[in-house]
């Protein structure tokens, strides 16, 4: 599984510092949202020159009530009823041409967000992926948007229609964009999770390629399912879905620092580092140096965390730095090895996390003992639907 | 034309060039005959019901010549019955001599090689039959005849197969034998129909030879309850391995799972899986 960097606010100095460690493994997902056309254009034909895999989610995903300004000033915004006719034509022709600008190998094609996957939705599909086939993509690989809503992702049925619906259209990869229960950072729905596995094997099973945007690391489960790839980065809102900031009144950014234990698959406050300090289990919660990240040394040698200099920017690049490792060692050689290193993953961290816990050190909305069961309860149910196909055609 | 079975001076005059004609059974919309065929030997002689439509019959007829498998009984020949009966038609078939799955079910349990067999054999027929877009949507152990010496297996009866690319010729409804169709077929969805329809009959029949008891019959005391079960209810794994590496159970879980998308995609790929089954072998 690969990871790509999800662009939002104040990314490109992150992207750069990083694709520095990791070389031409890195790959990104820009976002016209928080860069404008300049900054597209240059940022990119960077990125590719660092040897970086560049795309570009093109954020039309509710067309008729996005006004986020930096987002519906770029060229390729439609003026109108969108995703059939002219205004499609017209808006796809311009980010064909902005895709080519910022060194794009391959274009991801816009999708509505689906409220419910119903046969206007799925005919609306249908529409794009027939005008994109008429089109010049100028050599691109299209890979398509696929958006679902929480409502849309727990209904059985409507996924395996729209698992039914793939079977006939002609595309080969896919931008999956699922949206949390509740606008939640962190999923509290073992059917939420379910289905995402369920739809995403299916997707993989029936040949297609996966790429999973705004992502944290609760979606390395999504290992088992196969996925290609998963896409996170710095903020919240670029690592859980959420249609709310392309909505300018709905805009609002929270600022804190935390620090990510990859190996509790939990988020903390330094305050919380702080009380860890105070009963002496500070130990436990520092990144083992397999992670290659040393952002976060600094929490575990200064006289207390709250005294290290410690920031958003080190929070972020160790973040990433983490979950790049995570990502890239959560596919085994079978599939029930895939299987149990996720399971003890999240057993290990359960486990720890209910110690510290009983000892006041939580990661508050950001610790995840109380949604691992979530996340083991799914892993049961693929396993029991899928398991057999999974095993024997791993790798996917 | 009236009474089944026809009288022997009838079937002579029609088909005159058949001799020793020896009623053998009514079933569904026909009634089948033993015959003797100057050149072919012993052959089944099947007229339709009048009742049933010669469409019908005709695809029938088309779905096995397409298919062209050896696991399908060979179509010698096939016409209309001359006047005055002119609208029944009859075929002549292949004679294959042996007792249905059924009775080999009910007779005890089936070796592991057979079902073994069975299952490479019927998905060597559902290759062909994907193939050409036909799915013969009424796998049972009663449209399955083994040989006495167990040697070689046929699927018989393709009245309800469907040609996936032609006009559906029954309307808002789709016949199937309920306790062996799937979901899809129950509940009428015909644009969902394909080859993995038939893998979940083929899996629930292969399951009773394992078991001896179709879980989803088993003691049911409605036809609503068996429905109710198709829908609702995951078969459990088998309880013993019939292969060496237990990969059959896998391929059986996988076979009948509820949603069609759980399954196999294909019958190639099922096929597949189980010729690797058979390089290991079976459980002695």
């Keep these: 599984m690969k990871l790509y960097l999800q662009f939002g606010h104040g990314m490109m100095e992150h992207a750069r510092v990083l694709s520095k460690k990791w070389g031409k493994k890195t790959a990104v997902v820009l976002s016209p949202r928080d860069l404008t056309h300049k900054q597209l254009t240059k940022f990119g034909p960077e990125m590719v020159g660092l040897g970086a895999e560049v795309l570009l989610d093109p954020q039309i995903y509710i067309p008729a009530t996005t006004d986020h300004v930096n987002l519906t000033s770029h060229a390729y915004w439609p003026k109108s009823p969108y995703f059939s006719g002219p205004s499609f034509k017209k808006s796809l022709d311009e980010l064909i041409q902005l895709n080519i600008s910022i060194g794009a190998e391959r274009i991801i094609i816009p999708g509505e967000f689906a409220t419910n996957i119903d046969a206007s939705w799925l005919k609306t599909q249908q529409s794009i992926i027939h005008d994109v086939n008429a089109a010049d993509l100028e050599g691109m690989e299209p890979i398509y948007t696929i958006a679902l809503s929480p409502a849309a992702l727990i209904n059985v049925a409507q996924v395996h229609l729209l698992l039914d619906n793939l079977e006939k259209w002609s595309i080969k990869s896919v931008y999956l964009i699922l949206k949390h229960p509740d606008g939640n950072y962190l999923i509290d729905s073992s059917m939420w999770l379910a289905n995402a596995l369920d739809l995403a094997a299916g997707m993989k099973l029936g040949g297609l390629e996966v790429i999973v945007g705004y992502c944290s690391h609760q979606k390395l489960i999504l290992a088992i399912a196969g996925v290609d790839a998963i896409c996170s980065g710095t903020w919240m809102n670029v690592r859980a879905f959420c249609i709310e900031k392309f909505i300018a009144s709905k805009d609002m950014a929270q600022r804190s620092t935390w620090y990510f234990a990859p190996h509790l698959l939990s988020e903390y406050k330094i305050d919380a580092l702080d009380i860890a300090f105070k009963q002496k289990v500070l130990a436990q919660l520092k990144t083992p140096a397999s992670y290659g990240s040393s952002y976060a040394d600094q929490l575990f040698i200064a006289p207390q965390p709250s005294l290290a200099s410690y920031d958003e920017q080190d929070s972020f690049r160790h973040y990433l730095q983490c979950l790049k490792v995570q990502v890239e060692n959560a596919v085994l050689s079978t599939y029930q090895a895939t299987l149990d290193n996720q399971i003890a993953l999240l057993d290990y961290a359960d486990t720890k996390l209910k110690a510290l816990s009983g000892l006041g050190v939580s990661g508050q909305q950001r610790d995840l003992q109380k949604h691992i069961i979530h996340s083991k309860n799914a892993l049961a149910v693929l396993n029991k639907q899928r398991g057999a196909i999974l095993s024997r055609k791993w790798p996917l | ?284």
């Design chain 2, 1 to 284: 034309m009236s009474g089944w079975p026809h009288p022997e001076a009838f079937l002579q005059q029609c088909f005159p060039a058949l001799s020793q004609f020896k009623f053998v059974a009514k079933g569904g919309q026909k009634a089948v005959y033993s015959a003797m065929h100057p050149t072919a030997g012993q052959v089944a002689l099947k007229i339709l019901s009048p009742s049933d439509t010669p469409e019908r019959f005709q695809r029938e007829i088309m779905a096995i010549q397409m298919i062209d498998a050896q696991q399908v009984p060979l179509i010698i020949e096939h016409g209309k019955m001359p006047e005055p009966y002119e609208g029944n038609f009859w075929m002549t078939e292949e004679w294959i001599s042996g007792l249905t799955l059924r009775e080999k079910i009910e007779q005890g349990p089936i070796s592991n090689q057979l079902i073994l067999k069975v299952a490479t054999d019927i998905l060597s027929v559902l290759i062909k039959a994907e193939h050409h877009r036909i799915v013969h949507r009424d796998i049972k152990p009663e449209n399955i005849i083994i040989a006495p010496d167990e040697s070689h297996c046929w699927l018989i009866d393709f009245g309800i197969a469907r040609h996936l690319d032609r006009t559906s010729l029954t309307g808002l409804y789709m016949p199937c034998t309920i306790g062996y169709a799937p979901v899809e077929q129950l509940d009428v969805m015909k644009s969902h129909i394909d080859t993995r329809s038939d893998l979940f009959s083929l899996g629930v029949t292969l399951y009773e030879c394992v078991e001896g008891v179709n879980p989803f019959i088993d003691s049911a005391t409605s036809l609503g309850e068996i429905v109710d079960r198709i829908h609702n209810m995951q078969l459990p794994r088998i309880s013993r391995d019939i292969d060496v590496k237990g990969e059959f159970g896998n391929l059986l879980q996988t076979l009948t799972q509820t949603r069609k998308n759980h399954r196999l995609e294909s019958a190639e790929e099922a096929l597949k899986w189980m010729n690797d089954i058979n390089i290991e072998g079976h459980v002695e």
